[in-house]
């Protein structure tokens, strides 16, 4: 979200486990810094949550919410959903009334509150297909592969229009990005927090937010640094809350500023914020909240505000101990200290936690590290002192220590999908305890948890253009992680996009067979989601990459799933041409299992338009191959397969016979359902030749095989 939750909102909660911060009287514990130098906790603990000013504000949307709209004059229920908007700039405290509004009317609407950020933490615009899908996810809906922005918007309307649902549409930038997530659903409440209206939605509710009065202003004042100093000079209080705008971002941060200073009065705050220099092109309503950030920042050790700064290359804005270790080169626990103080500061605020990890699942070293998010207001502000502290060469080197961090964790995490005695397992027991999970449970909750930020620090990268190698041991890993812990159906969307990244650094390096590889598994998923032309045209260029560097493997797949693709589309000439040329790879490499399988599939292509005398040719050689094989079971397959021919052509008598054969050959190789289902056939066949009595006696035998083998 984008606001700080105090101020016109909440104050930051105790209940979010930071570590020790210095309280009055009281040293706090010392951390190290990754030199062996102490770092000095910097910043009281966080204030008593409750929410400052914005009353009317607050009462003015829930009586907009009573009110009738335009389209329910004439008594009946509209057809689309209710729109508050909360419009303000940034660090107005627009977010955190949203969040006290949802709050008071979450009981409301017994399907949940959806929650998605429109806009990035580099103030990007994000993709309106990924909030989509997020949103699907988070109703339990089943997402296809590759789904684009109109079939996920449209799917996401349909779910939601059979539920009462409160969606918050967090940092909006205009209409063109809400209209497409609007509920078709006059049950649902859409709550939007932007900056400016949202011109062409219907009968959107504004509220509009300018700065907080001066009594508020003062309130959040008192609730950081304590009534006593306000109390004694109140003025100077009131010239304080005039200094920051009315803006509680800035409050925030000149509270929290003197709070830290127990020694200092409200009068040196005033004087530290009229001190600091601003640009001299910088708007007027953009002064308070640069002050007071710039205030917080130099108030700050060299090592801690390095730390800060670089908290702005979290992926998806999104930073935990782990993350902020990596990034900084310092230890966990000094890079923990450091993110609670910055909270303490206002400077960072606590994530939203989600559901949390299940009863009795301990997470790396015993704990879940608490994760933060960058306000939005201040992101450009952390993100400009970024480029002005740190040279290319530092930050690319930091996102490379950052993703080599989650390579590792990610490692750790797959590990713990796997058999307790398998070789990978030893292997992750082996690594530091930071970076070790205690169980199955809690790594696939880390990994669950982390989802968003672990995909886009791959397209962060990605995005680099020099941090490939990283990048593409972060994709394999990550993919294998998703796999075992969330399935192949659950995890196929993010797959679909971790393919599309591999695909992408492939061609920009010239990795024909990695691009191979992608476009294999891009359309492996395209055919599951039913996209069989698009798949069609991308094993067509796996082949033409796989071809060009002698890849047999990916040549042979390429062929084969071509075949299969032409299956699909009802083309089953083309198809057993496909399978024809897989088919001389495999002889030729001496794949003799893979051959037999290919003849089956050649005998089906043919049998399915009718060309009976090739489809028995291609049938009767997968039954030798079987048999040379000494594979029983497929033999008789492929011997019922020729039946099933002869049946195709008209001749059914021999079809009866060559059956017969088939059902030795089953029980030969002991396999019962076969058995059962060429019993059916046979009896199927006696039928049309005018046998019922005998058709009778197979059918009854087949049943009773079919339920003792029922697959």
Not at 239 to 268: H, M, N
Request: net charge positive; aromatic share 4%; proline share 7%.
């Amino acid at each position: 979200m984008t606001e700080q939750a105090v101020g016109g909102g909440h104050l930051p909660p105790r209940t979010v486990e930071v570590p020790a911060v210095a309280a009055p009287g009281r040293r706090a514990p010392e951390s190290r810094r990754a030199d062996g130098a102490a770092a000095r906790p910097a910043g009281p603990p966080p204030p008593a949550t409750g929410f400052a000013g914005r009353r009317r504000e607050l009462k003015e949307l829930h009586a907009d919410i009573a009110r009738a709209g335009l389209d329910t004059l004439s008594g009946r229920k509209g057809a689309r959903s209710r729109v508050l908007l909360i419009a303000g700039r940034p660090g107005s405290g627009r977010t955190a009334l949203a969040e006290e509004l949802l709050r008071g009317l979450a009981d409301r609407y017994p399907d949940g509150v959806l929650r998605a950020r429109l806009t990035g933490p580099d103030g990007a615009v994000t993709d309106t297909g990924r909030i989509a899908r997020d949103l699907l996810a988070a109703l339990g809906a089943r997402v296809s592969p590759g789904s684009v922005e109109d079939e996920l918007t449209e799917q996401l309307r349909r779910a939601l229009a059979r539920r009462r649902v409160l969606l918050f549409l967090d940092d909006a930038p205009g209409a063109d990005e809400v209209a497409p997530l609007l509920p078709d659903a006059p049950d649902c409440l859409v709550v939007v927090v932007s900056r400016g209206p949202l011109t062409g939605i219907p009968d959107v509710r504004p509220c509009a937010l300018g700065g907080l009065d001066g009594p508020a202003g003062v309130e959040i004042l008192s609730r950081y640094a304590g009534p006593t100093r306000i109390t004694v000079d109140p003025r100077t209080a009131d010239s304080v809350a005039e200094e920051c705008g009315g803006q509680p971002a800035a409050l925030i941060l000149a509270g929290a500023w003197l709070a830290a200073r127990p020694t200092s009065s409200v009068a040196d705050l005033l004087r530290a914020l009229q001190a600091v220099p601003v640009p001299p092109d910088l708007a007027g309503g953009a002064r308070p909240l640069f002050r007071a950030f710039h205030l917080a920042h130099q108030a700050l050790s060299p090592a801690a505000a390095r730390i800060l700064r670089l908290t702005a290359l979290a992926p998806a804005g999104v930073v935990d101990a782990q993350i902020a270790s990596a990034l900084a080169g310092c230890s966990v626990a000094t890079a923990a200290t450091a993110l609670g103080d910055f909270a303490a500061l206002g400077l960072l605020r606590p994530a939203p936690a989600g559901d949390g990890p299940p009863p009795g699942v301990r997470m790396p070293d015993g704990a879940l590290y608490p994760a933060y998010t960058l306000p939005g207001c201040l992101d450009p502000q952390v993100r400009a002192l970024l480029g002005e502290h740190e040279r290319p060469a530092e930050i690319r080197l930091a996102r490379a220590r950052m993703l080599e961090r989650t390579v590792r964790l990610l490692q750790s995490c797959r590990a713990m999908g796997e058999p307790a005695d398998a070789p990978a397992r030893q292997k992750a027991a082996a690594l530091p305890r930071p970076m070790r999970f205690a169980s199955g449970d809690a790594a696939a909750y880390w990994l669950r948890s982390r989802r968003g930020a672990l995909l886009d620090a791959a397209a962060v990268a990605v995005a680099d253009g020099e941090l490939d190698t990283l990048d593409r041991r972060l994709m394999a890993v990550l993919t294998r992680s998703l796999l075992v812990h969330l399935g192949d159906e659950a995890a196929a969307p993010d797959l679909y996009a971790l393919h599309g990244l591999v695909l992408r650094v492939a061609e920009r390096r010239g990795l024909p067979r990695e691009r191979a590889a992608a476009l294999l598994n891009l359309a492996d998923l395209d055919t599951r989601a039913g996209r069989t032309a698009q798949a069609a045209t991308r094993y067509r260029g796996a082949l033409e990459a796989a071809r060009s560097v002698k890849d047999p493997v990916a040549t042979g797949r390429a062929l084969e799933s071509l075949g299969d693709t032409y299956t699909e589309l009802g083309d089953g000439q083309r198809a057993a041409d496909w399978y024809g040329r897989a088919l001389e790879l495999r002889l030729a490499r001496g794949e003799t299992p893979d051959a037999a399988r290919l003849y089956g599939r050649i005998g089906g292509a043919h049998s399915s338009v009718g060309r009976w005398e090739e489809a028995l040719k291609h049938w009767r050689a997968a039954a030798r191959t079987y048999r040379r094989l000494g594979d029983g079971a497929g033999q008789a397959r492929a011997t019922g397969e020729v039946a099933r021919v002869h049946e195709g052509a008209g001749r059914p008598e021999r079809a009866l016979r060559i059956c017969q054969e088939a059902l030795d050959l089953a029980r030969k190789a002991a396999d019962g359902h076969l058995e059962a289902v060429l019993q059916l056939r046979i009896a199927d066949t006696l039928d049309r030749l005018g046998d019922p009595a005998a058709a009778g006696l197979h059918r009854s035998v087949g049943e009773h095989l079919l339920g003792d083998h029922p697959d």
